[in-house]
């Protein structure tokens, strides 16, 4: 099964940019439809972005819409997400996770996770 972890968290003042990379091992990344998700403290988990094994990407919530974009490279085996003009209310444990055959929608497709990474937004 495919292995993924995060990286590029921290903590950042509010209206800075981070740019999250989800590295996969043991197996390649591009039979996976991938996703990012999020949880704050007291929070159930949320479902932020996903995106197929091409490149198309799920509709952003109007929360992050407009500051957040997921990418991938395949040759790379890694997902990213961008994220500008961060707010507090950004500020959760970011993990990305790997949907091996039922897509990147709903949320519940997704198998396999990472171990997350901090971001925290000062404001």
């Known amino acids: 099964q495919v292995q993924l972890v995060e990286s590029g968290g921290g903590l950042v003042e509010a209206g800075g940019s981070l740019r999250l990379s989800c590295a996969a091992s043991?197996?390649?990344?591009?039979?996976?439809?991938m996703g990012w998700f999020r949880q704050a403290p007291g929070k159930e988990r949320e479902f932020v972005v996903g995106?197929?094994?091409?490149?198309?990407?799920?509709n952003y919530p109007d929360s992050v819409k407009g500051r957040f974009t997921i990418s991938r490279n395949n040759a790379q085996n890694t997902v990213y997400l961008q994220m500008n003009s961060l707010k507090a209310e950004d500020t959760a444990v970011y993990y990305c996770?790997?949907?091996?055959?039922?897509?990147?929608?709903?949320?519940?497709?997704?198998?396999?996770w990472g171990q997350g990474t901090q971001v925290t937004v000062s404001s």
């Open positions: 996770a790997a949907s091996e055959y039922r897509g990147m929608w709903p949320p519940t497709s997704y198998d396999y």
């Open positions: 043991r197996r390649t990344l591009s039979r996976y439809a």
């Open positions: 995106i197929s094994w091409t490149g198309v990407s799920t």
